[in-house]
C-alpha cells in the first residue's frame, strides 16, 4: 500500500492552495457581494476550483496521460459526492453550533467548515478512485 503522506500529498496540497484562494474568493463573493445564497455560492466555489483541480491535479499532481472519460467520469462523481457530503454535514453542524447568530455568520461559518471537510474527503477521492493506477 502507498504512503499516505508523501510528494503526492504534497503537490495536491499545493494544487489545493491554488483552488482555494480562487474558489473561496469566488464562493464569499458569490454570497455576500452577489447575494447568491448559501448552495449556489458554495456550487460555484466548486464548479470553477474543480476545473482548475482537474488539470493541475491529472497533469501535475497525478501525472496521469491517459485521455480516458472514465477519469474525467469518475472525478465529476468524486466531486459531486465529497461536495454534497462536506456541505451536507457542515451546514446544520455549524448552524447548530452558531445558533445564536445571524444567518450570515452561521452560512459563512459553514461554507469554511465545509471547505475543510471537503479537501479530506477530496484528496483520498481523487488519490484512490479518480487518478489511481488502474490493472
Known sequence: MKKVIDWV???F??????????????MFL???????????ASAMNYIIGSIVSFFL????TF??????????????LNITACYG???????????????GYSVAVRDNGAMLAGMCLFVVF??????????????
Open 85 to 99: 457530503l462536506a456541505y451536507g454535514i457542515a451546514k446544520p453542524f455549524v448552524h447548530g453550533v452558531l445558533k
Open 122 to 135: 477530496n484528496y483520498f477521492g481523487q488519490r484512490f478512485f479518480v487518478f489511481c493506477e488502474r490493472k
Open 63 to 76: 501525472k496521469s496521460g491517459r485521455r480516458s472519460f472514465c477519469e474525467a467520469a469518475r472525478f465529476v
Open 30 to 40: 458569490c454570497y455576500n457581494v452577489f447575494h447568491t445564497g448559501y448552495w449556489m
Open 9 to 11: 500529498t504534497i503537490k
Open 13 to 26: 496540497l499545493i494544487v489545493g492552495a491554488v483552488n482555494t484562494l480562487v474558489g473561496t474568493s469566488v
Open 57 to 60: 491535479n491529472k497533469y501535475f
